[in-house]
Protein backbone atom coordinates (compact mmCIF):
# COMPACT_ATOMS: atom_id res chain seq x y z
CA UNK A 1 0.00 0.00 0.00
CA UNK A 2 1.62 3.20 -0.85
CA UNK A 3 2.19 5.55 1.93
CA UNK A 4 1.41 9.12 1.87
CA UNK A 5 2.52 10.21 4.99
CA UNK A 6 6.32 8.48 4.08
CA UNK A 7 5.34 11.04 0.44
CA UNK A 8 4.75 14.16 2.46
CA UNK A 9 7.92 13.62 4.37
CA UNK A 10 10.37 13.42 1.75
CA UNK A 11 8.63 16.12 0.16
CA UNK A 12 9.50 17.71 3.66
CA UNK A 13 13.14 17.24 4.18
CA UNK A 14 13.42 18.43 0.19
CA UNK A 15 11.83 21.64 0.63
CA UNK A 16 14.00 22.36 3.96
CA UNK A 17 17.04 20.90 1.64
CA UNK A 18 16.12 23.71 -0.33
CA UNK A 19 15.69 26.05 1.72
CA UNK A 20 18.76 25.68 3.16
CA UNK A 21 20.94 26.24 0.23
CA UNK A 22 18.45 29.28 -0.06
CA UNK A 23 19.82 30.50 3.32
CA UNK A 24 23.63 29.98 2.30
CA UNK A 25 23.10 31.61 -0.80
CA UNK A 26 21.88 34.64 1.25
CA UNK A 27 25.11 34.36 3.38
CA UNK A 28 27.32 34.16 0.52
CA UNK A 29 26.05 37.05 -1.10
CA UNK A 30 26.13 39.09 2.16
CA UNK A 31 29.35 38.12 2.94
CA UNK A 32 32.20 40.52 2.44
CA UNK A 33 35.80 40.13 3.50
CA UNK A 34 35.54 38.33 6.37
CA UNK A 35 32.05 39.49 7.97
CA UNK A 36 28.63 39.29 6.51
CA UNK A 37 26.23 42.21 6.21
CA UNK A 38 22.77 42.51 7.99
CA UNK A 39 20.95 42.74 4.49
CA UNK A 40 22.19 45.12 1.25
CA UNK A 41 18.94 47.22 1.61
CA UNK A 42 19.33 48.96 5.00
CA UNK A 43 22.51 47.51 6.94
CA UNK A 44 25.92 47.31 4.49
CA UNK A 45 28.29 47.37 6.88
CA UNK A 46 28.97 44.71 9.69
CA UNK A 47 26.94 45.04 12.86
CA UNK A 48 27.76 43.30 16.29
CA UNK A 49 24.92 41.19 17.40
CA UNK A 50 24.27 40.37 13.71
CA UNK A 51 27.81 38.92 13.71
CA UNK A 52 27.04 36.66 16.56
CA UNK A 53 23.93 34.93 15.27
CA UNK A 54 25.50 34.75 11.83
CA UNK A 55 28.36 32.56 13.16
CA UNK A 56 25.90 30.67 15.20
CA UNK A 57 24.00 29.65 12.28
CA UNK A 58 27.33 29.17 9.99
CA UNK A 59 29.50 26.87 12.44
CA UNK A 60 28.05 23.92 11.67
CA UNK A 61 27.95 24.49 7.53
CA UNK A 62 31.20 26.76 6.94
CA UNK A 63 33.10 26.84 10.42
CA UNK A 64 35.87 28.98 8.66
CA UNK A 65 33.02 31.85 7.85
CA UNK A 66 31.54 31.61 11.25
CA UNK A 67 35.46 31.91 13.21
CA UNK A 68 36.03 34.82 10.50
CA UNK A 69 32.63 36.49 11.40
CA UNK A 70 33.93 36.73 15.39
CA UNK A 71 37.35 37.33 14.80
CA UNK A 72 36.78 40.14 12.21
CA UNK A 73 34.37 41.96 15.30
CA UNK A 74 36.36 41.42 18.10
CA UNK A 75 39.24 43.13 15.95
CA UNK A 76 37.09 46.31 16.52
CA UNK A 77 37.27 46.53 20.13
CA UNK A 78 38.54 49.41 21.32
CA UNK A 79 41.17 49.77 23.53
CA UNK A 80 38.83 50.05 26.75
CA UNK A 81 36.60 46.88 25.96
CA UNK A 82 33.72 49.03 24.03
CA UNK A 83 32.80 46.27 20.96
CA UNK A 84 30.76 49.14 19.06
CA UNK A 85 27.56 48.14 17.16
CA UNK A 86 28.78 48.95 13.72
CA UNK A 87 31.79 48.54 12.27
CA UNK A 88 32.63 50.68 9.15
CA UNK A 89 34.51 48.72 6.89
CA UNK A 90 33.53 50.08 3.31
CA UNK A 91 32.67 53.68 2.53
CA UNK A 92 29.71 54.77 3.90
CA UNK A 93 27.93 57.52 1.80
CA UNK A 94 24.16 57.22 1.55
CA UNK A 95 24.27 55.91 5.29
CA UNK A 96 22.75 57.48 8.04
CA UNK A 97 24.56 57.76 10.94
CA UNK A 98 27.79 57.28 8.94
CA UNK A 99 31.33 57.41 10.19
CA UNK A 100 31.14 61.42 10.29
CA UNK A 101 28.27 61.07 12.78
CA UNK A 102 30.57 59.13 15.23
CA UNK A 103 33.59 60.94 14.65
CA UNK A 104 35.36 57.33 16.06
CA UNK A 105 38.58 55.05 14.24
CA UNK A 106 39.84 52.19 15.48
CA UNK A 107 43.10 51.35 13.95
CA UNK A 108 42.16 53.05 10.37
CA UNK A 109 38.90 51.31 11.03
CA UNK A 110 35.75 53.92 11.36
CA UNK A 111 32.79 52.31 13.76
CA UNK A 112 30.28 53.82 15.56
CA UNK A 113 30.53 55.14 19.46
CA UNK A 114 28.00 52.42 21.23
CA UNK A 115 27.53 48.98 21.72
CA UNK A 116 24.53 46.14 21.44
CA UNK A 117 23.95 43.25 23.97
CA UNK A 118 27.38 40.63 24.36
CA UNK A 119 25.78 38.55 22.24
CA UNK A 120 29.47 37.35 20.77
CA UNK A 121 30.44 35.62 23.61
CA UNK A 122 27.72 32.88 23.95
CA UNK A 123 28.11 32.96 19.86
CA UNK A 124 31.77 32.05 20.34
CA UNK A 125 31.48 29.75 22.90
CA UNK A 126 29.08 27.70 20.38
CA UNK A 127 31.72 28.06 17.68
CA UNK A 128 34.81 27.10 19.93
CA UNK A 129 32.71 23.96 21.08
CA UNK A 130 31.58 23.24 17.72
CA UNK A 131 35.05 23.17 16.09
CA UNK A 132 37.39 22.62 18.75
CA UNK A 133 39.74 25.22 17.80
CA UNK A 134 41.72 25.97 20.58
CA UNK A 135 43.76 28.65 18.58
CA UNK A 136 40.62 30.33 17.64
CA UNK A 137 39.63 30.22 21.43
CA UNK A 138 44.15 31.42 22.12
CA UNK A 139 42.52 34.44 19.28
CA UNK A 140 39.46 36.15 20.71
CA UNK A 141 39.42 35.43 24.22
CA UNK A 142 41.40 38.12 25.11
CA UNK A 143 38.57 40.51 23.40
CA UNK A 144 35.93 38.49 24.57
CA UNK A 145 37.16 38.81 28.53
CA UNK A 146 37.90 43.13 28.20
CA UNK A 147 34.26 43.34 26.76
CA UNK A 148 32.65 42.40 29.70
CA UNK A 149 34.70 43.40 32.07
CA UNK A 150 34.14 46.86 30.38
CA UNK A 151 30.64 46.18 30.64
CA UNK A 152 31.17 45.92 34.48
CA UNK A 153 33.30 48.90 35.02
CA UNK A 154 32.23 51.45 32.92
CA UNK A 155 28.07 50.25 32.75
CA UNK A 156 26.97 49.39 35.82
CA UNK A 157 26.54 51.56 38.95
CA UNK A 158 26.50 48.42 41.17
CA UNK A 159 28.78 45.54 39.48
CA UNK A 160 25.60 43.51 38.89
CA UNK A 161 23.01 44.86 36.61
CA UNK A 162 24.11 46.67 33.44
CA UNK A 163 22.87 49.26 31.76
CA UNK A 164 22.79 51.24 28.15
CA UNK A 165 22.76 54.87 27.06
CA UNK A 166 20.82 54.72 23.66
CA UNK A 167 17.45 52.49 22.47
CA UNK A 168 19.86 51.13 19.37
CA UNK A 169 22.31 49.78 22.02
CA UNK A 170 19.44 47.33 22.94
CA UNK A 171 18.74 45.95 19.33
CA UNK A 172 15.26 46.28 19.67
CA UNK A 173 15.42 50.09 18.70
CA UNK A 174 11.77 51.91 18.96
CA UNK A 175 10.15 48.89 21.46
CA UNK A 176 7.47 51.09 23.39
CA UNK A 177 9.59 50.24 26.33
CA UNK A 178 11.81 53.67 25.55
CA UNK A 179 8.51 56.03 24.80
CA UNK A 180 8.84 57.17 28.45
CA UNK A 181 12.51 57.93 29.16
CA UNK A 182 12.48 59.27 25.90
CA UNK A 183 10.01 61.54 26.32
CA UNK A 184 11.88 62.60 30.09
CA UNK A 185 14.19 64.99 27.67
CA UNK A 186 13.65 67.40 24.97
CA UNK A 187 16.34 66.58 22.39
CA UNK A 188 16.54 70.40 20.92
CA UNK A 189 16.63 71.03 17.10
CA UNK A 190 18.72 68.46 15.48
CA UNK A 191 19.04 68.50 12.02
CA UNK A 192 19.75 65.65 9.72
CA UNK A 193 18.86 63.75 6.84
CA UNK A 194 17.12 60.13 7.27
CA UNK A 195 18.29 57.11 5.00
CA UNK A 196 16.35 54.58 6.19
CA UNK A 197 13.35 55.04 4.16
CA UNK A 198 13.91 53.10 1.02
CA UNK A 199 10.20 53.06 0.44
CA UNK A 200 6.79 54.15 1.17
CA UNK A 201 6.12 50.70 2.56
CA UNK A 202 9.37 50.44 4.89
CA UNK A 203 8.74 54.05 5.32
CA UNK A 204 5.82 53.13 7.28
CA UNK A 205 7.54 50.33 9.70
CA UNK A 206 10.26 52.25 10.80
CA UNK A 207 11.02 54.58 13.75
CA UNK A 208 9.16 58.52 13.52
CA UNK A 209 10.86 61.44 13.26
CA UNK A 210 9.96 61.38 16.98
CA UNK A 211 12.52 58.91 18.02
CA UNK A 212 14.84 59.86 15.32
CA UNK A 213 15.00 63.12 17.24
CA UNK A 214 16.19 61.74 20.28
CA UNK A 215 18.34 58.94 18.97
CA UNK A 216 20.54 61.50 16.61
CA UNK A 217 20.30 63.77 19.92
CA UNK A 218 22.09 60.99 22.25
CA UNK A 219 24.39 60.37 19.74
CA UNK A 220 26.20 64.10 19.53
CA UNK A 221 25.94 64.33 23.04
CA UNK A 222 27.86 61.33 23.72
CA UNK A 223 30.50 62.90 20.67
CA UNK A 224 30.66 65.85 22.81
CA UNK A 225 31.87 63.89 25.80
CA UNK A 226 34.40 62.05 23.50
CA UNK A 227 32.41 58.92 24.22
CA UNK A 228 33.65 59.12 28.33
CA UNK A 229 31.26 56.61 30.30
CA UNK A 230 32.11 58.31 33.54
CA UNK A 231 30.78 61.81 32.38
CA UNK A 232 27.97 60.74 30.58
CA UNK A 233 26.53 58.00 33.34
CA UNK A 234 25.73 61.93 34.91
CA UNK A 235 24.78 63.89 32.04
CA UNK A 236 23.48 61.08 30.17
CA UNK A 237 19.28 61.39 30.39
CA UNK A 238 18.64 57.96 29.14
CA UNK A 239 20.24 55.32 31.01
CA UNK A 240 18.42 52.21 30.95
CA UNK A 241 18.37 48.78 32.61
CA UNK A 242 17.51 46.89 29.63
CA UNK A 243 16.13 43.60 30.46
CA UNK A 244 17.16 41.87 27.53
CA UNK A 245 20.72 42.95 27.36
CA UNK A 246 20.85 41.57 31.04
CA UNK A 247 19.82 38.65 30.29
CA UNK A 248 22.28 38.01 27.48
CA UNK A 249 25.04 39.68 29.72
CA UNK A 250 24.74 37.08 32.24
CA UNK A 251 24.94 33.84 29.53
CA UNK A 252 27.74 35.75 28.79
CA UNK A 253 29.08 35.71 31.89
CA UNK A 254 28.44 31.82 31.99
CA UNK A 255 29.92 31.60 28.78
CA UNK A 256 32.77 33.41 29.21
CA UNK A 257 33.14 31.18 32.46
CA UNK A 258 33.48 27.68 30.55
CA UNK A 259 35.51 29.20 27.99
CA UNK A 260 37.92 30.20 30.43
CA UNK A 261 37.70 26.90 31.83
CA UNK A 262 39.22 25.55 28.14
CA UNK A 263 41.61 27.61 28.33
CA UNK A 264 43.04 26.30 32.23
CA UNK A 265 42.25 29.40 33.67
CA UNK A 266 40.13 28.10 37.24
CA UNK A 267 40.17 31.62 38.92
CA UNK A 268 39.12 34.11 35.83
CA UNK A 269 36.46 30.71 35.09
CA UNK A 270 35.38 31.32 38.55
CA UNK A 271 34.95 34.82 39.04
CA UNK A 272 32.43 34.44 35.72
CA UNK A 273 30.55 32.15 37.38
CA UNK A 274 30.04 34.58 40.51
CA UNK A 275 30.02 37.56 38.23
CA UNK A 276 26.77 35.82 36.64
CA UNK A 277 25.01 34.41 39.42
CA UNK A 278 25.36 37.81 41.43
CA UNK A 279 23.78 39.70 38.16
CA UNK A 280 21.05 36.87 38.11
CA UNK A 281 20.06 37.93 42.13
CA UNK A 282 20.14 41.15 41.38
CA UNK A 283 18.16 41.31 38.46
CA UNK A 284 15.53 38.91 39.77
CA UNK A 285 14.57 41.54 42.60
CA UNK A 286 14.64 44.92 40.46
CA UNK A 287 13.92 43.89 36.90
CA UNK A 288 10.50 41.64 37.77
CA UNK A 289 7.11 43.34 37.54
CA UNK A 290 4.73 41.37 39.60
CA UNK A 291 1.57 43.36 37.83
CA UNK A 292 2.98 42.01 34.02
CA UNK A 293 4.68 38.74 35.98
CA UNK A 294 7.59 39.13 33.51
CA UNK A 295 10.57 40.92 33.58
CA UNK A 296 10.65 44.37 32.13
CA UNK A 297 13.81 47.37 32.17
CA UNK A 298 14.31 49.91 34.39
CA UNK A 299 15.12 53.55 33.83
CA UNK A 300 17.93 54.65 36.28
CA UNK A 301 17.14 58.19 35.27
CA UNK A 302 13.58 58.39 36.32
CA UNK A 303 14.21 55.50 38.93
CA UNK A 304 11.32 53.30 37.75
CA UNK A 305 10.66 50.11 36.07
CA UNK A 306 9.53 50.37 32.58
CA UNK A 307 6.55 48.49 32.18
CA UNK A 308 6.19 47.48 28.85
CA UNK A 309 5.18 43.52 28.28
CA UNK A 310 8.15 43.22 25.52
CA UNK A 311 9.91 39.61 24.64
CA UNK A 312 12.75 41.30 26.60
CA UNK A 313 11.56 39.79 29.12
CA UNK A 314 11.28 36.58 27.87
CA UNK A 315 14.89 36.55 27.09
CA UNK A 316 15.37 36.46 30.50
CA UNK A 317 15.24 32.63 30.33
CA UNK A 318 18.46 32.74 27.69
CA UNK A 319 20.39 33.99 30.69
CA UNK A 320 18.76 31.23 32.97
CA UNK A 321 17.24 34.17 35.50
CA UNK A 322 13.79 33.40 36.63
CA UNK A 323 13.25 31.40 39.72
CA UNK A 324 11.39 28.42 39.26
CA UNK A 325 8.16 30.40 40.78
CA UNK A 326 8.86 33.33 38.35
CA UNK A 327 9.25 30.94 35.38
CA UNK A 328 5.81 29.22 35.99
CA UNK A 329 4.61 33.24 35.80
CA UNK A 330 6.34 33.94 33.17
CA UNK A 331 5.43 30.72 31.35
CA UNK A 332 1.98 31.75 31.54
CA UNK A 333 2.82 35.45 30.53
CA UNK A 334 3.84 33.74 27.30
CA UNK A 335 0.63 31.51 26.97
CA UNK A 336 -1.60 33.93 27.54
CA UNK A 337 0.16 37.13 25.75
CA UNK A 338 2.73 35.94 23.65
CA UNK A 339 1.20 32.79 21.92
CA UNK A 340 -2.21 34.13 20.96
CA UNK A 341 -1.69 35.07 17.72
CA UNK A 342 -1.14 33.10 14.51
CA UNK A 343 3.04 32.86 14.91
CA UNK A 344 5.28 33.44 17.65
CA UNK A 345 6.65 35.50 19.40
CA UNK A 346 5.41 38.82 19.02
CA UNK A 347 8.51 41.48 19.76
CA UNK A 348 5.57 43.45 22.24
CA UNK A 349 1.76 43.26 23.40
CA UNK A 350 0.13 46.50 25.08
CA UNK A 351 -1.94 49.02 24.27
CA UNK A 352 0.54 50.59 21.50
CA UNK A 353 1.05 47.24 19.66
CA UNK A 354 1.42 47.31 16.02
CA UNK A 355 2.35 43.70 14.09
CA UNK A 356 3.75 46.06 11.15
CA UNK A 357 6.25 48.08 12.99
CA UNK A 358 9.52 47.42 13.50
CA UNK A 359 10.10 46.66 17.61
CA UNK A 360 6.35 47.06 18.08
CA UNK A 361 4.80 43.94 17.34
CA UNK A 362 6.73 42.03 14.35
CA UNK A 363 8.36 38.61 15.10
CA UNK A 364 11.65 38.28 14.73
CA UNK A 365 13.88 34.84 14.67
CA UNK A 366 17.08 36.24 16.35
CA UNK A 367 14.37 36.79 19.27
CA UNK A 368 12.29 33.49 18.61
CA UNK A 369 15.61 31.63 18.86
CA UNK A 370 16.62 33.23 22.36
CA UNK A 371 14.12 32.61 23.74
CA UNK A 372 13.39 28.67 22.46
CA UNK A 373 16.70 28.32 23.82
CA UNK A 374 15.93 29.49 27.11
CA UNK A 375 12.34 27.30 27.48
CA UNK A 376 14.59 24.15 26.88
CA UNK A 377 17.06 25.64 29.58
CA UNK A 378 14.11 25.14 32.08
CA UNK A 379 12.91 22.02 30.53
CA UNK A 380 9.88 23.33 28.44
CA UNK A 381 10.28 21.75 25.19
CA UNK A 382 6.76 22.26 23.96
CA UNK A 383 6.56 25.74 24.05
CA UNK A 384 10.20 26.03 22.32
CA UNK A 385 9.15 23.36 19.54
CA UNK A 386 6.08 25.54 18.81
CA UNK A 387 8.44 28.63 18.63
CA UNK A 388 10.61 26.78 16.26
CA UNK A 389 8.24 25.75 13.89
CA UNK A 390 7.05 28.92 13.50
CA UNK A 391 10.25 30.23 12.87
CA UNK A 392 10.89 28.06 10.15
CA UNK A 393 7.21 27.94 8.87
CA UNK A 394 7.51 32.06 8.42
CA UNK A 395 10.51 31.79 6.55
CA UNK A 396 9.77 29.06 4.57
CA UNK A 397 6.43 30.81 3.60
CA UNK A 398 7.60 34.33 3.23
CA UNK A 399 11.36 33.84 2.99
CA UNK A 400 14.31 35.24 4.82
CA UNK A 401 12.58 38.89 5.79
CA UNK A 402 13.43 41.05 8.61
CA UNK A 403 10.45 40.44 10.57
CA UNK A 404 7.01 38.78 10.56
CA UNK A 405 3.59 39.98 11.13
CA UNK A 406 2.51 38.11 13.50
CA UNK A 407 -1.08 37.56 12.62
CA UNK A 408 -0.54 37.19 8.86
CA UNK A 409 2.94 36.05 8.72
CA UNK A 410 3.76 38.28 6.17
CA UNK A 411 7.30 39.15 5.64
CA UNK A 412 8.49 43.05 6.61
CA UNK A 413 11.35 45.11 6.60
CA UNK A 414 14.59 43.97 4.70
CA UNK A 415 14.60 40.94 2.53
CA UNK A 416 17.36 38.37 2.34
CA UNK A 417 18.10 39.39 6.24
CA UNK A 418 21.48 37.41 7.15
CA UNK A 419 20.77 36.19 10.96
CA UNK A 420 17.35 34.74 9.73
CA UNK A 421 18.84 32.90 6.87
CA UNK A 422 21.79 31.85 9.22
CA UNK A 423 19.19 30.98 12.23
CA UNK A 424 17.00 28.83 10.09
CA UNK A 425 20.51 27.01 8.95
CA UNK A 426 21.34 26.09 12.56
CA UNK A 427 17.27 24.86 13.47
CA UNK A 428 17.59 22.77 10.92
CA UNK A 429 21.09 21.37 10.96
CA UNK A 430 19.49 17.63 11.46
CA UNK A 431 19.62 18.08 15.59
CA UNK A 432 15.97 18.73 15.99
CA UNK A 433 14.52 17.14 13.31
CA UNK A 434 11.55 15.73 14.95
CA UNK A 435 10.67 18.66 16.59
CA UNK A 436 8.54 19.40 13.47
Not at 88 to 96: I, K, P, Q, S, V
Not at 306 to 327: K, M, R
Request: hydrophobic content about 35%; charged content about 30%; glycine content about 6%.
Amino acid sequence: MHDQRDESSNDSRADTVERREEALDVLRSNRADGYTIPSATLYPFQWNWDSAFIALGLVDVEPDAAKKELESLCAATWENGLLPHIVFHTDAEGYFPGPEEWGVEIDGTETSGITQPPMVVPAARHVYEATGDDAFLDRVYPALERHLEWWVRERSFDNSTVYVRHPWETGMDDSPAWTNPLAAFDPGDVEYEREDRKSDELADQRPTDWDYDRYVSLVREARAAEWNELELRQSCPFLVEDALTNAIFVRACDDLAALAAARGDDAAATTWREQAERSRETIRERLWNSDLETFVSYDRVGDRQLDANSVAGLASLFGEIPTNEQFEKLRRTLRDEFLSREFAVSSYVGEAFDPDRYWRGPVWINTNWLVADGLRRYGATDLADRIDRDSRRLVEREGFCEYFNPETGEGRGSDRFSWSAALYLEQTDGKRENDS
